[in-house]
């Protein structure tokens, strides 16, 4: 039987497990919990990894206890394995061994080590219910294929020497038209908008500012269709940019309190005269880099962690008289394939 959630947890913490298990079954979530779960005379661990496989999420339940457990690790890895979306659920303020840190780095987290513990848990429902409402990412649940399935898969033969020669040939012939498309489709002149009485032809930008432009090799990515249904982002004319709806100063840092996920997040943010935005977001104590652009009403931003894009990040701009704020979603890159609810205001200057 499928469920909604997977709650992993020590046995040390089953009153927390217990809580949780109460809070997301009042709101009509449906719960799988050793060792209430678990049907006399099953295996053990057979139960453990089916539960997880038909779960949509697990909700780790990140203590001093679950950090030491070689159990713990096991089902986490097992999740990761199967695609099932995990939400650290931390009720101690420590770090993560080695050995857990390598499975969830990337997951965002939800502190819930300050009192009062009800708190935590209407947060707790309301980011599940939200992950609940978005459709499972195609293929995520299917793990990737081990080392001794691959040799254990049966052998293809290989063609004749006579058939593998016009088959390469093919392959060449393909690379080369391959090639000339892309060539021919970078030489294209870019259109650009201009006020009336103008000429509306241009050359395309100099090579200077295309280098400018693509400070990230990354950021070639903006022109292919992104995953997990985000817009592509594409270039933004000059109309547009003397419409931009964030009243700032140019080049000024602006900084923004909000939050990823179910966590607080501090973004610091500077917009350029051309409807360039850069800038850091930080959270959890770690910070990232931001790069992006601010057509009307929009925020179209890019994270990198280092020199890597992780994430894109799809905001628009929400009316208030007392402060300027923005809302919107960001989507992990591959193969993370994750949403999560983006949200960040200040006040006006």
């Known amino acids: ?178 090639g000339v498309g892309w060539y021919l489709g970078h030489k294209r002149e870019a259109l650009y908008v201009t006020p009336a009485g103008r000429s509306t032809t241009e050359t395309a930008p100099s090579k200077s500012a295309s280098n400018q432009i693509m400070k990230h090799p990354q950021e070639a990515d903006r022109n292919t269709a992104p995953t997990n249904g985000a817009t592509p982002q594409t270039p933004i004319s000059a109309a547009l940019v003397t419409q931009s709806a964030e009243p700032t100063v140019t080049g000024e840092e602006n900084t923004y309190s909000g939050q990823v996920g179910s966590s607080e997040a501090t973004f610091r943010l500077r917009f350029g005269p051309t409807g360039r935005v850069s800038g850091t977001y930080t959270q959890n104590g770690r910070t990232f880099r931001l790069e992006g652009q601010n057509p009307t009403g929009k925020l179209l931003l890019e994270e990198y962690t280092d020199a890597r894009l992780t994430a894109r990040i799809e905001l628009t701009r929400k009316k208030s008289a007392g402060d300027i704020r923005w809302e919107g979603t960001m989507h992990n890159t591959p193969p993370d394939n994750r949403s999560f609810p983006v949200s960040f205001s200040r006040q006006r200057k």
């Open 1 to 178: 039987m499928a469920h909604d959630v997977f709650i992993s947890h020590s046995v040390k913490d089953k009153a927390v497990a217990e809580a949780i298990v109460a809070r997301l079954e009042a709101e009509s979530v449906t719960c799988w919990v050793a060792p209430r779960d678990v049907v006399p005379g099953a295996d053990w661990g057979e139960s453990i990894i089916d539960a997880i496989e038909s779960s949509r999420l697990m909700i780790l339940i990140f203590s001093q206890s679950a950090n030491t457990s070689t159990q713990i690790k096991r089902e986490v890895e097992r999740a990761v394995n199967k695609g099932v979306y995990i939400i650290p659920f931390r009720v101690d303020d420590i770090p993560p061994t080695r050995a857990l840190e390598y499975f969830i780095s990337t997951s965002q987290w939800m502190d819930a080590f300050s009192p009062p513990l009800e708190r935590h848990l209407d947060n707790l429902a309301k980011t599940v219910k939200a992950v609940l409402k978005t459709p499972p990412v195609p293929g995520a649940n299917v793990p990737a294929q081990s080392e001794s399935e691959s040799l254990m898969a049966p052998q293809i033969s290989r063609p004749s020497s006579r058939k593998a020669i016009p088959i390469a040939v093919a392959i060449v012939a393909l690379m080369i038209v391959g």
